[in-house]
């Protein structure tokens, strides 16, 4: 084939001429380079290749990560993890060979991604993430994506995310508020996480976290700051009193100080707080920090009864409390404390226990196990009052766009949304862009400390940087962002 069969076949002299008036009609400094993204432009869009492998999460326990790539480039994604699934959740797919990883390899995961998911998607167009989503949900033809892993099928849905924002070339939390059809771009109140206990931590504290919540801040970097000071206030406070130990970190970067057992009803959650409020105090913050507890309290629900003493190796028996000592509980922690949110207030099967909490309207309650993110228990707790929040955990539905539909349930509801963290993390910052794109009231990502937490956290400050003045920090209306 000659040099003029080829340009005729392709059409080339043509597309390079258009390429060159454009450059000459934009007068660009550079037409090379002009040229050359105009001509990037006229390929249609498609994704070329995926390839995936096994990393290690914030745990040190294996995880996915994909590379997926078009004619715009490669675009990277690892999925999360959490310390378990629950019964409602997708299923992370695991190997099973005790021999390796403890049983935690993902192997099989990556493989179904590069065999299998693979040749499913390959050629679609990433912009249509629907249509991606879709063509994995149905590779895996079963409820809880225990097939293909919700694992491998998250990691890659994400992935074709961030590459259909690149081909539309808009930020990537633009491209997810296209995706749901929203179109305020709003910065999150961060709920960040000062004190970790129950199944996070090694300490006596029954309760899983203490978090603040920076809702007088008029900007997200001025957030950051107040979280930042508090956390390393709340540090200087519990050297104070515990010793230098008393500084070591959950899971998600939260402080675990071994707080004092008590027999005596519940004096370890008010010991947690007044720590907390110590360090606020020295901040100068009081009137800008609310108190948010997530409770988790399936962890320690035996029967009908909740056992606060349950990570005690000498139990008495006499910290067993019922569902509405419980309430009691916290009707009392909330008048003492500036607590405005409390997650998980009940084990995840005591409907009526949060039913009647949650009707009392003392403060925001937020289903966590609850939930599931699952969208037959969300529509059962719309219906049945039972909370009045989401906390989103994409990993439990496997999906970038069955995220959005479940959060569009939680607004039509009128509920607060959280965005959440998963104990079992990585540097991979995609929550920060959700939380923007789906303008959720809060986002929960753990500590200000810990590569893997700050990279949701740092996120948000690029984002709010990039969109300039017109960024909007919820502030005060977290709860109805």
């Known amino acids: 084939m000659s040099v003029q069969d080829y340009l005729d076949k392709h059409l080339l002299s043509r597309k390079i001429e258009d390429a060159v008036n454009a450059a000459v009609r934009a007068k660009s400094p550079d037409p090379v380079l002009f040229i050359s993204n105009h001509m990037r432009k006229a390929v249609p869009s498609a994704i070329i290749r995926v390839k995936a492998r096994q990393i290690l999460d914030s745990r040190g326990i294996p995880t996915v990560e994909v590379d997926l790539y078009t004619n715009k480039g490669m675009f990277r994604a690892s999925a999360p993890s959490g310390a378990h699934s629950g019964m409602y959740g997708a299923i992370e797919l695991r190997d099973g060979d005790k021999a390796t990883y403890l049983g935690n390899g993902v192997s099989k995961a990556v493989r179904n991604i590069n065999e299998k998911i693979?040749?499913?998607?390959?050629?679609?167009?990433?912009?249509?993430?629907?249509?991606?989503?879709?063509?994995?949900?149905?590779?895996?033809?079963?409820?809880?994506?225990?097939?293909?892993?919700?694992?491998?099928?998250?990691?890659?849905?994400?992935?074709?995310?961030?590459?259909?924002?690149?081909?539309?070339?808009?930020?990537?939390?633009?491209?997810?508020?296209?995706?749901?059809?929203?179109?305020?771009?709003?910065?999150?109140?961060?709920?960040?996480t000062l004190i970790s206990g129950g199944k996070h931590a090694g300490n006596n504290l029954a309760i899983r976290e203490i978090m603040i919540l920076p809702v007088g801040a008029q900007r997200f970097e001025e957030?950051?700051?107040?979280?930042?000071?508090?956390?390393?206030?709340?540090?200087?406070?519990?050297?104070?009193?515990?010793?230098?130990?008393?500084?070591?970190?959950?899971?998600?970067?939260?402080?675990?100080?071994?707080?004092?057992?008590?027999?005596?009803?519940?004096?370890?959650?008010?010991?947690?707080?007044d720590l907390v409020m110590e360090a606020i105090s020295r901040t100068g913050y009081t009137n800008k920090l609310k108190i948010a507890i997530d409770i988790a309290a399936t962890d320690f629900c035996i029967g009908s009864k909740y056992d606060l003493d349950f990570k005690s190796p000498k139990k008495s028996g006499q910290n067993f409390k019922s569902g509405e000592e419980m309430i009691e509980i916290y009707k009392e922690l909330c008048k003492d404390y500036p607590i405005v949110s409390i997650e998980d207030p009940f084990d995840k099967e005591d409907w009526e226990q949060v039913k009647h909490f949650s009707g009392l309207g003392i403060c925001q309650v937020v289903g966590d196990d609850l939930l599931m993110s699952n969208p037959k228990r969300i529509e059962r707790a719309i219906q049945e009052h039972a909370c009045n929040a989401l906390l989103l955990k994409v990993n439990q539905l496997g999906t970038v766009t069955e995220a959005i539909e479940v959060v569009?349930?939680?607004?039509?509801?009128?509920?607060?949304?959280?965005?959440?963290?998963?104990?079992?993390?990585?540097?991979?910052?995609?929550?920060?862009?959700?939380?923007?794109?789906?303008?959720?009231?809060?986002?929960?990502?753990?500590?200000?400390?810990?590569?893997?937490?700050?990279?949701?956290?740092?996120?948000?400050?690029?984002?709010?940087?990039?969109?300039?003045?017109?960024?909007?920090?919820?502030?005060?209306?977290?709860?109805?962002?």
């Open 408 to 481: 569009k349930m939680a607004r039509d509801a009128k509920w607060g949304v959280v965005i959440s963290q998963r104990s079992g993390e990585t540097d991979d910052s995609f929550l920060a862009d959700l939380s923007v794109g789906l303008a959720t009231g809060r986002i929960k990502a753990g500590a200000p400390c810990r590569g893997e937490r700050l990279a949701k956290y740092n996120q948000l400050i690029r984002i709010e940087e990039e969109i300039g003045d017109q960024a909007s920090y919820v502030g005060q209306n977290w709860r109805h962002a």
């Open 223 to 273: 957030a950051m700051q107040m979280g930042s000071e508090t956390y390393h206030h709340l540090k200087a406070v519990i050297s104070e009193k515990y010793g230098a130990h008393g500084c070591n970190v959950g899971e998600d970067g939260g402080l675990a100080p071994d707080i004092t057992r008590h027999w005596v009803y519940f004096c370890s959650f008010k010991e947690g707080l």
């Open 118 to 192: 693979s040749e499913a998607i390959v050629g679609m167009d990433p912009i249509l993430q629907n249509q991606i989503d879709q063509a994995m949900i149905d590779l895996d033809k079963t409820e809880k994506k225990g097939e293909l892993g919700a694992n491998a099928i998250l990691a890659v849905s994400i992935a074709a995310c961030r590459a259909g924002a690149a081909e539309k070339e808009v930020p990537l939390y633009k491209h997810i508020a296209d995706l749901s059809g929203g179109g305020n771009h709003v910065l999150p109140v961060p709920a960040f």
